[in-house]
């Protein structure tokens, strides 16, 4: 069992990548230092940790970095094998399923999803959200798969796919809050409606999920930070 | 051992990411059949294989289909335990993982637009490019390979720069692998190209610089009908 101050998290409230390590860590039962970085600047201790990509999460295990929150939570796996459940699926067809969906959610589908906020005009913005849904579609397809009936990706426990998803209910919350279109529809992607509300019920997630409230107030915040005509 | 007809696998004889699902094949010494697709013809089967991304290469295990080429390779090394190609350690392996996908995501990435761009995209991609291999070039510290004294998952994920970023260079004309900015690496290319499972499956070179010269010449005709 690791020790107060052996493990360390670099990151942000907001974001979803950082609560990637975060529920893994509170799956395995690993006490952690949450090292919360400002808005707007970089710690040096980030940019020393993270020089190549310059982003959080950062996790620290006796010092040495680790970067990328996937690369992040398969560690966390390894390194804790007999806490708790195995974040990764045990069989390696299903771990490449697992990781496949993963890929296809931080390469295709997150990018759809900030897309939604960069669209200019309605029409653009319609599109925006059209491939969003479609996303959501697949992962819903995807979800029947793999989860056989049970309520998670992972199976009766949260696991590597729940994780890589799950991360970004708040911020999909808020999107439909503000664009005023429902993306967890019951009626479209009944499999994954439910499983959201699971997901953020999990006592693992529930701590680090930020109320929607609270992000889209966050979101106003930075929206406001970029209108904002340049300084002089 | 697998039976032959067992594995399969689809790609495309140009493709540096079926090429390295070969390599960990061929290191691993599992039998397989080779599917070539047309990839300007895609057939019913790579699109029934795989949907999401219609791309190869695209692995098919005794039934069972993998997609994503980084991703073949550890469902080959999980599932085959001879030679193995990921370290053992929990962090080795994360740094294993983490230089691929930094190889992957600035290197390849930006090389490619590089090859396939002019004027300040491609100055800024070879920016990046470049940049980018600077950090990987400390990776290798000293090591005859990334995965130490023999090949590993590092080294088959960062192989194409061996073989297929020199001809990318020559057709975009630039210099991105620079053995005065990275020997090591391109040290390390040498010795990559010379191992005799690597070897048998490098595509020609001078069929390379015709496929990738045409394809250049295509996307940026596209780009200009925008």
């Known amino acids: ?232 | 051992m697998a039976n032959p007809k067992e594995v399969e696998l689809l790609g495309l004889w140009v493709s540096p990411f079926v090429r390295r699902v070969e390599w960990a094949l061929k290191l691993k010494g599992i039998a397989y059949d080779y599917i070539e697709e047309d990839i300007l013809n895609k057939s019913p089967l790579l699109l029934r294989l795989n949907p999401v991304h219609q791309k190869v290469p695209v692995l098919v295990h005794g039934g069972r289909v993998v997609s994503e080429s980084l991703l073949i390779l550890e469902y080959i090394d999980e599932t085959w335990k001879q030679s193995p190609l990921l370290p053992r350690d929990p962090y080795d392996r994360a740094m294993a993982r983490f230089w691929a996908s930094v190889a992957e995501g600035k290197v390849l990435e930006n090389a490619w637009i590089a090859l396939n761009s002019e004027g300040e995209e491609k100055e800024r991609a070879v920016q990046l490019a470049t940049e980018a291999l600077g950090h990987i070039e400390g990776v290798i510290k000293g090591k005859a390979f990334f995965g130490g004294e023999g090949i590993g998952y590092l080294d088959l994920a960062i192989g194409w720069v061996s073989h297929w970023l020199p001809v990318w260079d020559e057709v975009g004309s630039m210099k991105i692998f620079d053995p005065a900015k990275f020997p090591t690496t391109v040290a390390w290319a040498g010795r990559f190209v010379e191992h005799p499972v690597i070897k048998e499956k490098l595509p020609p070179r001078d069929k390379m610089v015709v496929y990738f010269r045409d394809k250049r010449s295509r996307i940026m005709a596209s780009k200009s009908h925008v």
């Open chain 1, 1 to 232: 069992m690791a020790k107060v101050g052996e493990v360390k998290l670099i990151g942000a409230w907001p974001s979803p990548f950082v609560m990637r390590p975060r529920i893994a860590l509170n799956l395995k039962g690993v006490e952690y230092e949450f090292l919360e970085e400002k808005f707007g600047g970089k710690s040096d201790l980030l940019l020393r940790s993270n020089p190549v990509h310059k982003k959080i999460p950062v996790l620290l295990h006796a010092d040495r970095p680790i970067c990328e929150s996937l690369v992040i939570v398969q560690y966390i796996d390894k390194s804790w094998p007999s806490s708790g459940p195995s974040i990764l699926p045990s069989d390696p067809y299903d771990r490449a399923i697992a990781r496949f969906w993963a890929a296809y959610i931080d390469e295709k589908w997150f990018p759809s999803m900030s897309g939604i906020a960069r669209a200019q005009g309605e029409e653009a913005k319609k599109a925006a959200i059209d491939q969003v849904a479609e996303g959501l579609s697949l992962l819903e397809d995807a979800f029947g798969k793999i989860s056989k009936g049970k309520p998670f990706f992972g199976g009766d426990a949260i696991g590597f796919l729940d994780i890589a998803l799950g991360c970004f209910i708040g911020w999909l919350r808020v999107t439909e809050r503000t664009q005023g279109v429902k993306l967890l529809d019951e009626a479209k992607v009944p499999g994954l409606a439910k499983w959201a509300g699971r997901f953020c019920a999990d006592g693992a997630v529930k701590g680090v999920m930020p109320e929607t409230e609270k992000l889209a107030e966050f979101a106003k915040l930075i929206m406001g930070k970029f209108k904002a005509p340049p300084p002089q």
